[in-house]
């Protein structure tokens, strides 16, 4: 069964950026295993992040659905490859061409090619795709910022989705080293399971977000080093 683990932001905070070095830093501690990540965003981003020109996506396979052709190979049209296998998601106007009917049956191809699936999840999709997503997932990441309007967010899609919750786990992204510790402290009092928190690396960040090189790509980032600290957790 595929290991489904959402990445999500409930405010702008990181999650395209994590979901991308989560799923590559996965790939390579487990060789042996698929491992995948899918955008789902009616705002995609993550071909920027991942230096691809071409933006194939899921969008590109309506054409074929209920066709002969339909099936798992079709995947191979769409796929691109940045240490990780990468399935990218349409515009805004392209998702005005996917329904649930085809999202429910493209799902289940995407869930059969891949034994881990990272899903990069923005908060603002129609209910029907989290609905569709939500009763897979394994693990839900979410990323949150030191900030009341962060923890906020998370509460009210905890709300929303009450299924998620005892699934879910937070970063805390852009965490100053000498807070770390005591952001470690305080979650531990509370009865939200931390993951980890995550450093500042504009640098690393910045070769990622306009040279499309994963932090994780870049031995000496500190913000890649602790990405895959995190993947022990996740694998
Ligand atoms: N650890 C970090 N250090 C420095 N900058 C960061 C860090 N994490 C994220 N950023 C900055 O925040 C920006 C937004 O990141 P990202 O696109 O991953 O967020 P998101 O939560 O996916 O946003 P959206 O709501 O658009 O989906 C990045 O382009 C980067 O400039
Ligand atoms: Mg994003």
Redesign the pocket.
Known sequence: MTKIIAVT?P????????ASNLAIAHQWRAPQKKVGVIQL?Q?P?LYH?MGFTHKRHMGDLVSFWKTKEWGASLLDQIVQVQGVEVILSPTLRGWGAIDQAFFIDFWALVTKRYDVLYV?M?PKLPSWVWTAVEECIKICVN?LSMGPASFSAYEQIQNQYPSLSEKSQIII??VDKREASEVRVQFSRLEVPLLGT?????KA?WHQ?YEGIPVVMQRRSK?GKAIEKIIDHLL
């Open positions: 932001a405010r702008t905070a990181g999650a395209t950026i994590i965003s705002i981003d992040y990069d923005d990323i992204n852009q995550l450093p500042v690396d504009t960040l977000v913000l």
